[in-house]
């Protein structure tokens, strides 16, 4: 049976990398400059004391997700989600 693969991009958001956005991706540095939160795939700062500096991500579903250190921002045709790093390793593999 013949195997298919997705490409897709991917890039994961820990504390150290958050503060250094030198080493992020451009598609995920434009969703970050984007100028309205309300905008489908906006990511920006959450401004709360549980927050810690993470970020908010909202998903090409128009959905809000608070983000945790060492999850991953998905980029595939267009659209982005977020998976924990669990979900992310059962859902994907690096080729």
Known sequence: ???YFRVIEAYQITEVLRSDRRTWPAWLSKLLDVELRDD????FATNTEESDGKLTLRDSDGSRHLMD???WVVYDVGSVKFYS???FANLYRQV
Not at 40 to 43: D, F
Request: no cysteine.
């Open 69 to 71: 250190w060492g999850d």
């Open 40 to 43: 489908i795939g906006s990511l």
């Open 1 to 3: 049976m013949p195997v």
């Open 85 to 87: 790093a669990a979900d």
